[in-house]
């Protein structure tokens, strides 16, 4: 199998499952927690409910509590939930080996890997957290805009132009968060929200490779520009190129929406996927640190 | 109502869901952060995955990956996962909701607030994250024994002179974290890891409201001391203790293993629930920072 | 606990969890029996699935097959799958213990019998399976349209009159269905179709006692009529009036298409629930034999 | 694709799904009607609980009933279940397409129509119901035992034997239905029932073709006498040559105490499988009338 023209199979090792992620050192570990100097938190998930945005959206999260009423009401009583869903509701995180083409996963391994059982290779148990440098880019803003259009599609000059403009660098290691302001349009329209989502495509993914970020993030459902009715089995090509040919990870329905209003571009960057065995993504709840 | 004879209801006003968390603070989370020297990562959580350890142990929980096999290989192809489990699987967080006595929750508000749509006072979805000092008490190694015995009590003496030998302090605003062993005896004897196991009780509920520790987490099912024979209706005390009336968050099936193994007994903590509206409870990925 | 006013509380002992169900004796089925001539089945249900009819609306059904594909594909291959649902899921029928008013459940038990953990009283798990007469009525047909218009009411006159035209008596033991042509808006014209329905209402039940039905099903989501947009807490009453009143079954989303094509208005009805302990409701594929 | 040494393949078609219940014709169901002289039901189906005997034994139902508690109580109220099981969970039936061997279903179709989302060929969502003759062999009692033991094989000899000892004939459409008494194991020592179980084997194949049975169900967990320890991947053969090779049901956990008390060795039996769209198999409640 030849590895696609923009990638980075190989580049740490053949039996890599982490991608991008091996750029998290100590080095950069320090470096990203140095950044913090206010002790400010801002959580970047959406509520996970079943009415909240989920991906795919034809699903639905299920949750229900169960608890006991005992007679004696001084007795000890407890409530639990049981939750039913798709690893990838609300704010989630997709594992590299969630999408494939060619037979050929994350560096070059086959589909084999991929059973009913899950995925045996690039799981989401691989990633214990990313503790990084976070960067905004606040794309709406930049253009003078409440919110990019449906299809919409934000191009790697879009996001260098943007990151210029905010005076902040894109530097190797970062997770970078990309904000549409689709996420605005959830409540208000939510027939409009299924219709599509403005954000990068594939176009980026020399861009991507060459500022060497980690993962890429948005606050839309599946971080590219597609329109709903216009989709073909070819597309989408960023899942393709960003998590099996470069090994960067993709977040997705992150609310950038209280850091865009502070115009926090440079932040701690925490996130932690549920250790979920061999699962495909997992939802998580990233949160920024200033 | 009355209160209970030791508690901190009506502590952060009787509006509030948060409880002890209210002690992280800007200041507390840039004193946290300043911990770490090294730039290490522990992962503290134990995989997620059918034969892994529930609370309650009867539960499984199931996931399943679908994908699609198109005849044309070079589409695009993806597989996502369904995951099916009670909140308190794996490594996790306990609401302060989750538990109650008196027809009583934290602060004293009414159990009607507990319904099979979820709990409305103090649910997890509260909780954005913990950034904080982590304390470890290895109670074994203080000991001298490869694990605590069933339902063998660690008392408020045990934990403090072990955080002495350790040369450790707990103080206001820790998360605190207590080994028992028990997790080792998963793999090798599961009946008897089944039958129960050993950890504080409720005995040590003063000395937790005056150390002022924000959350106690620990290498079991439950936190507390119990075995399951003698199961009544009024234990398990502690949960009610912590949860309801000091507002102390319990974290649960914590994996200490690497962190006794390296002797690391204060480092940065850092752990975030899934923002599950109205949920008793969550999985979660901790991590230890040194 | 006083009675409502139109019951069969204590008709059968204060002890019966069956309800007019008790009116299936070996007799009647024997007679109902010798109503088949030709050996003919009817499937009256709807596909089980995940965009088909289900009730409560906006829940969805899962189904995910998981399978192994070993390397040696002579090896022994076996495919399951996983299901989440209601149980009032595609076409179901709803146990006595479903609803109550009053903090009172069929017969007049109190509704302490309802907890997290399901109903232990009229619970679904009672019923074995209905081998009865079965009597259809035709109501769009009757009236000369396609189908009956939105919240349309059928009354104990039209049901009465269409049993009349169709020369066919409603008796004692029968399990009566309505057909009210809603079913053939599902796939026409969703957003109609989810709006709310035509059926009877709780004008009919001293009629429905009178006449001793079993069961009542219909071509809709809950049989009685209602207007999504008018729906108040009182409603709907016909839940409250046929199961916890007296004692009669509720069938939902029936398919009926076939039999009213062929004009079959009276046949043997058979419908066995699941065993599911403790359940308000059960999926079920009844069928009609002539 | 050469068809296996014993099969009914091409039967019925190329294009056949139903395998051998196309012997169910409206004569088959009438002679089968005549067989019930008395109206009395035996419900053959086992609780359908958590608890309760599933397949594969590793898996659990769930079931949590949520309901809500108005502050009126003279308000409508309303309880509803979400269940979450395998299909192959307590009394079920299994569909032709639920297991295969060398790349090959039922009829001789490949085993591309199996993927996570379902099997489009030989699916249980094809069988409306059985209205059959059904046959009880009464093995345990013919061999005077209480029940067969662990991994015990029940020939087509010892099937032939009790026949002809009870004085029955299995005829072609038959279901049959083979006691092996071991549900009688599972309440009373369930380390023993999940060891594996009594029941015949794929040595019975010839037998059943000549016999023409539409299906074969048993007390036991898979119909076919097993050991788990001594599993291999070759077998369970008697899955493979009924459901693939010859087109006969499978129907397991049966419960036929009621039945082997009252040597009723003939009846009606009435079986409807949910219509559970691209299903392996279904839950059911099976009943004989007599």
Redesign the interface.
């Known amino acids: 199998m030849n590895p696609p023209e923009i990638h980075n199979w190989g580049r740490f090792g053949d039996d890599d499952e982490l991608g991008m992620l091996n750029l998290q ?6 470096a990203a ?1 140095r950044l ?1 100097e ?4 801002y ?1 970047l ?6 009415d ?1 945005p989920q991906h ?1 959206m ?3 999260t ?9 007679s ?17 509701s ?2 989630h995180m997709d594992a590299l ?7 050929t996963l994350w560096n070059g391994r086959g ?2 890997h ?6 045996d290779w690039a799981g989401i ?1 691989n990633v ?2 990313f ?1 990084a440098r976070g960067v905004l880019l606040d794309i709406p803003r930049h253009k003078g805009v409440e919110h990019l259009g449906l299809g919409e599609v934000v191009t790697a000059d879009d996001m260098q132009a943007c990151a210029d403009a905010q005076r902040v660098e894109v530097r190797s290691g970062d997770v970078l968060l990309v904000r549409t302001g689709w996420y605005t349009v959830f409540k208000r329209d939510r027939a409009l929200w299924e219709s599509g989502e403005p954000g990068p495509d594939a176009s980026c993914t020399q861009w991507l490779k060459d500022r060497e970020v980690m993962a890429i993030g948005a606050d839309n459902a599946g971080v590219e520009a597609y329109v709903a009715k216009n989709r073909d ?5 960023l ?2 190129t960003a998590l099996r040919d470069l090994g960067v990870y993709l977040i997705e329905h992150v609310d950038l929406e209280a850091l865009a209003r502070d115009a926090v571009y440079e932040f701690l960057f ?12 997992s ?5 920024a ?1 200033v």
Not at 45 to 50: G, H, I, Q, R, Y
Not at 97 to 103: A, P, V
Not at 233 to 237: A, G, I
């Open positions: 050192t100590p080095a950069s570990i320090l927690l913090v206010h002790g400010r938190i959580n998930s959406v509520p996970l409910e079943a909240g795919p034809f699903h639905k299920w949750q229900t509590t169960f608890f006991t009423t005992h004696d009401p001084c007795a000890f009583q407890v409530a639990d939930d049981v939750v039913t869903m798709v690893t990838h609300g704010t080996g969630h999408c494939w083409t060619d037979g589909s084999e991929v059973t009913s059982y899950g995925i148990e214990t957290g503790v089995p070819k597309s989408p090509r899942h393709i925490i996130a932690a996927p549920l250790r979920l065995s061999k699962a495909t993504g939802p998580l709840t990233p949160f640190l």
